[in-house]
Each structure stands twice: as C-alpha cells, then as structure tokens.
C-alpha cells in the first residue's frame, strides 16, 4: 500500500491515517529518485510483512531462507535489496525498484513466492494455515529509503491482529 497513490482504497487511507495520529510519526511521503542511466530511475520502497498466524514465528532456519528467497526474487526481477530486517513477528525489507514496478505487483510477487516456498520446505506452518499466503492480508509499504520506526511497525501489527479477530493483548510485542 502506497498511502497517496490513486489505486489505495479509501479503507486503506483511513488505515494510514490511523497509523501516523496514533504514533505521532511525520513520514516523509515523496518518493526517492535517483538517476541510474538515462533510461532508468531508482524507487525504494520500505516493505513489511507479519505472518497471518501470530504463533508462526520467524526464528531459526526460515530466516535463512527467507533471505535467499528474497534475495533470489531481487536478482530475478532487476529489483536490489539494500535492507532485511527478521523479527519473531514481522519481516521488514527495503528495495530499490525501477519505475515502471507498482508497490502492489511487488508485494503480490514477494508474497506469493514466499509463500509458496515457506509451505514447500517448512510444511508444519501448511497443516495450519489452509490459504495459500502465509502473510496477513494487510501489508506495509512506504515509498524512502529508511526502515519503518517501531512504533508505526507496532501500531501496524496491532491493527492487522485485530482486524483478524486476535486481541493484541502485548503492546510491547515487535
């Protein structure tokens, strides 16, 4: 979700709205642009995604793999990852794209394709979850090249939960 682009759903705006008066954060909304050639312009994008089960947590062996598996998405796609970040909770990266690559068609790769992998080689987060997403419905996604502050990842994963129906009962979980 871009939180001023024409195709986010009012919904989704309401959302970003809440985000920022509830944490008293100012984000920086413009894009980032840096010249690569002269046919070719760089957007990064600052991505976060939880897992659509809290008790599917992102420790040990999945974050190698998570790693590659993005890594591997990056190369495939001309996209460049220039952060990865793996709490228990969430999964935060950052990506220098091209242009012509929206927010929405990215996050729809990266999650598909991860998620695919992770039921393939960890089949226990499968017998669970019977989608076929591993990730929670929503996703965070702000055009700059700095991480996303705790407390906007906080509020953020305390809304999804509770759009799902799952108390947040941990203020302090990240």
């Known amino acids: 979700m871009v939180p001023n682009s024409p195709n986010t759903s009012e919904k989704h705006r309401q959302l970003f709205r809440s985000l920022f ?14 010249r690569i050639d002269n046919n070719t312009y760089d957007l990064s994008y600052a991505c976060l995604l939880i897992p659509r089960f809290t008790n599917h947590l ?23 990852l220039d952060y990865i970040d793996f709490q228990p909770t969430y999964f935060h990266w950052i990506m220098r794209v ?14 598909s394709n991860l998620s695919k992998q992770i039921f393939e080689e960890f089949p226990r987060f499968k017998k669970e979850n019977q989608s ?3 990730w ?13 502050p ?9 809304i999804t939960r509770e759009g799902q129906g799952i108390p947040f009962w941990n203020r302090d979980e990240k």
């Open 136 to 148: 929670a419905g929503p996703s965070l996604v702000l055009a700059g090249r700095q991480p996303h």
């Open 98 to 111: 091209q242009m012509t690559d929206a927010p929405a068609r990215i996050i729809k790769i990266v999650k």
């Open 21 to 34: 008066e509830r944490t008293n954060l100012q984000v920086d909304q413009d894009f980032e642009f840096s």
């Open 58 to 80: 992102l420790v040990g062996d999945i974050t190698s793999f998570l790693q590659m598996w993005l890594q591997n998405l990056c190369i495939s796609y001309d996209w460049r």
């Open 132 to 134: 076929n997403d591993f």
């Open 150 to 158: 705790d407390p906007l990842i906080r509020e953020f994963i305390r």
